[in-house]
């Protein structure tokens, strides 16, 4: 898989390394700088595949930068961040040759399809300039279990109840709670994401509630929080169960009050939030071990939504894969009409711990190595055939292996692919557990998600 190296240029660190956990977590490689100084240096250093920067930097703008890169490295795409009411900057920057820009609060869905499509095309010399793109297509298949499913978002959208979305890794309840918010009378107000795992414990109340200038060490200037974006609109918390006991605090307040405190302010600000949260573990469990607060599983309980994995919607799969195959031909430039009855065959047999967004990655692959017009076996990564291979053998062996498979990819997934906690909670070292990634050939399984 090739390595895509994005510099992310920002000042506001937080912010910047959220940034760069969720591109690594997609498989990119993320690299920082914090004013464009430090940017230039990068590039000559590290010379990365595309370049992200924040408009207001400390030293000169990011429109200067844009500048400078596309003198020395015309070929090289630059995505800026823009905010509200920079719309200026933004036509500006379009026309000195950005391949895009996107608007903060930033939708991560939107962040990824234009970073695929800046690092896989040819580049257009030039872009329109007006509308940012549009809202993902949402895949709703046929299978009673997730007919059900939308039936449930569906009565919910219309209300503004607090909705906690349960799911398993990669089922798309990010992708669900926009839909919500789209079928909502909020849909034409902001939606924000907040990936509550990848917020460090020091900074997540900066990062939700916002602060005042010298509220704490690198607090350089007044910032506004995730809430404060999605005022009038929908606030998505992505693994609410991250969150520490000081925060689950402060959010419990702010919903039961509708009012927020900035870090370091005391002032109250009226906010007007729907509160959307999904995790993939139970809080009910955790509210009994004490990691999570009673009265806050409750306030975000009001409606409970649960998306089945994949594997229990068999009906849909080849609805996914048709789709996302549509998806890539258009994106490299591929041609596949058909997909063989063995390549079907073993996408069907495969058990899918990561969900739709491994299936996703797969099938980005395929079509990226696929040569003909139809989706061939050998397009497929190899733990498809490894996994169906072993299945045909009904003896004892094979079936305790296939286990075997079947728990390492599930742990790591839980893991979100960390192979010392992977070990620990099989029990196992983690020279053990190299041996079996490598004799069952998961390396291209832990490639998809990078670490
Ligand atoms: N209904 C859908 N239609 C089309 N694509 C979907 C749908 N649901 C999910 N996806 C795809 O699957 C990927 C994973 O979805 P999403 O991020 O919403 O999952 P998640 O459950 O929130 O994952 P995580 O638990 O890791 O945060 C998305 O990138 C999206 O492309």
Same mark, same amino acid.
């Given at each position: 898989?090739? @390595? ?33 100084? %430090? ?30 890169? +596309? *003198? @020395? ?21 379009? +026309?000195?040759? /950005?391949?895009? $820009?996107?608007?903060?609060? =930033? ?7 234009? #970073? ?62 926009? $839909? =919500? ?37 690198? /607090? ?27 925060? !689950? ?5 702010? =919903?039961?009050?509708?009012? &927020?405190?900035?870090?370091?302010? *005391?002032?109250?600000? +009226?906010?007007?939030?729907? @509160? =959307? ?12 071990? %004490? ?8 306030? &975000? ?5 649960? &998306?089945?994995?994949?594997? %229990? ?30 390549? +079907? ?10 969900? #739709? ?43 305790? !292996?296939?286990?075997? #498979? ?21 029990? @196992? ?13 998961? %390396?291209?399984?832990?490639? !998809?998600?990078?670490?």
């Amino acid at each position: 898989m090739n @390595i895509v190296k994005i510099l992310i240029v920002e000042d506001d660190r937080p912010f910047a390394s959220m940034l760069g956990k969720y591109l690594a977590r997609n498989n990119y490689t993320p690299i920082r700088a914090h004013s464009t100084q %430090e940017a230039k240096r990068l590039l000559d250093k590290e010379e990365p595949d595309l370049i992200l920067t924040d408009v207001r930097l400390p030293d000169e703008d990011g429109l200067s930068l844009l500048e400078t890169i +596309k *003198t @020395i490295k015309k070929e090289l795409p630059v995505i800026l961040m823009t905010s509200f009411g920079q719309v200026k900057s933004a036509v500006a920057a379009m +026309k000195k040759g /950005a391949h895009e $820009y996107i608007t903060k609060p =930033i939708d991560h869905e939107e962040l990824l399809r234009i #970073i695929e499509e800046a690092t896989s095309s040819p580049k257009p010399t030039q872009k329109p300039t007006s509308t940012p793109s549009s809202k993902p297509d949402f895949i709703k298949g046929k299978s009673a279990a997730f007919q059900q499913t939308l039936e449930q978002a569906h009565l919910v959208a219309e209300t503004d109840l607090s909705v906690l979305i349960l799911g398993e890794s990669g089922t798309g309840k990010e992708y669900l709670s926009r $839909y =919500i918010h789209d079928h909502s009378t909020r849909s034409d107000k902001p939606f924000v994401a907040v990936d509550c795992g990848a917020l460090s414990k020091d900074l997540a109340g900066s990062e939700l509630f916002g602060h005042v200038k010298g509220a704490f060490t690198g /607090a350089t200037s007044n910032k506004e929080g995730q809430f404060s974006a999605a005022n009038t609109g929908t606030l998505f918390l992505d693994e609410i169960g991250n969150l520490s006991y000081d925060i !689950q605090v402060q959010l419990l307040r702010a =919903i039961e009050e509708r009012t &927020i405190r900035k870090v370091g302010d *005391t002032t109250p600000q +009226k906010v007007d939030v729907r @509160i =959307i949260a999904a995790t993939n573990e139970p809080l009910g469990e955790q509210t009994s071990s %004490e990691n999570f607060r009673e009265d806050l599983y409750h306030r &975000i309980n009001e409606f409970q939504i649960d &998306i089945p994995p994949l594997r %229990e919607r068999s009906e849909d799969l080849m609805d996914f894969v048709e789709q996302f195959i549509q998806t890539y031909n258009q994106e490299f430039g591929r041609n596949v009409t058909s997909i063989s009855p063995e390549a +079907k065959q073993l996408i069907k047999n495969y058990r899918w711990p990561g969900n #739709i967004r491994e299936l996703k990655n797969v099938i980005r692959r395929a079509v990226l190595l696929e040569k003909s017009t139809s989706l061939s076996p050998a397009s497929l990564p190899d733990f498809l055939s490894t996994r169906s291979a072993l299945e045909s053998k009904a003896d004892l062996k094979s079936m305790k !292996q296939n286990r075997e #498979i079947t728990m390492i990819k599930e742990t790591l997934i839980k893991t979100n692919y960390n192979k010392s906690k992977t070990a620990r909670l099989l029990n @196992i070292d983690r020279s053990t557990l190299y041996d079996k990634i490598k004799k069952y050939d998961l %390396e291209v399984f832990i490639d !998809q998600r990078g670490e």
